[in-house]
């Protein structure tokens, strides 16, 4: 089983960056994808990006794409997600998962999460 433990939110401006990490701990090199979602204030959670974690190809969702980066380092068992451009609709709960299933759609399925740290963009 994969544990992950999510840290790097924080309150900042727009415009500034900020690094999430998560770090895995357990049987990583079962897990198919590492991911990042969000979830915004009164709103559904959604999918932000994704790793696979033997061959470090990444997938984004359309409104990061150019901002926000993802990226992992196999012998920390870490994820990060670098997020750059910060705009106040960027303010959400970020959570780490892995999805340990090899089908489906990458922004789907995943079945171990963090429990979340939340990044705030003030305007």
């Known amino acids: 089983q994969v544990q992950l433990v999510e840290s790097g939110g924080g309150l900042v401006q727009a415009g500034d960056s900020l690094r999430l990490s998560c770090a895995a701990s357990?049987?990583?090199?079962?897990?198919?994808?590492l991911g990042w979602f969000r979830q915004p204030p009164g709103k559904r959670r959604e999918f932000v990006a994704a790793i696979r974690w033997n061959t470090g190809t990444t997938y984004y969702e359309e409104s990061v794409k150019g901002r926000f980066a993802i990226s992992r380092d196999n012998a920390k068992n870490t994820v990060y997600l670098q997020m750059n451009s910060l705009k106040p609709e960027d303010t959400a709960v970020y959570y780490c998962?892995?999805?340990?299933?090899?089908?489906?759609?990458?922004?789907?399925?995943?079945?171990?999460w963090g429990q979340g740290t939340q990044v705030t963009v003030s305007s």
């Open positions: 998962a892995a999805k340990t299933v090899y089908s489906g759609s990458i922004s789907s399925g995943y079945n171990i």
């Open positions: 357990g049987r990583t090199f079962s897990s198919n994808a």
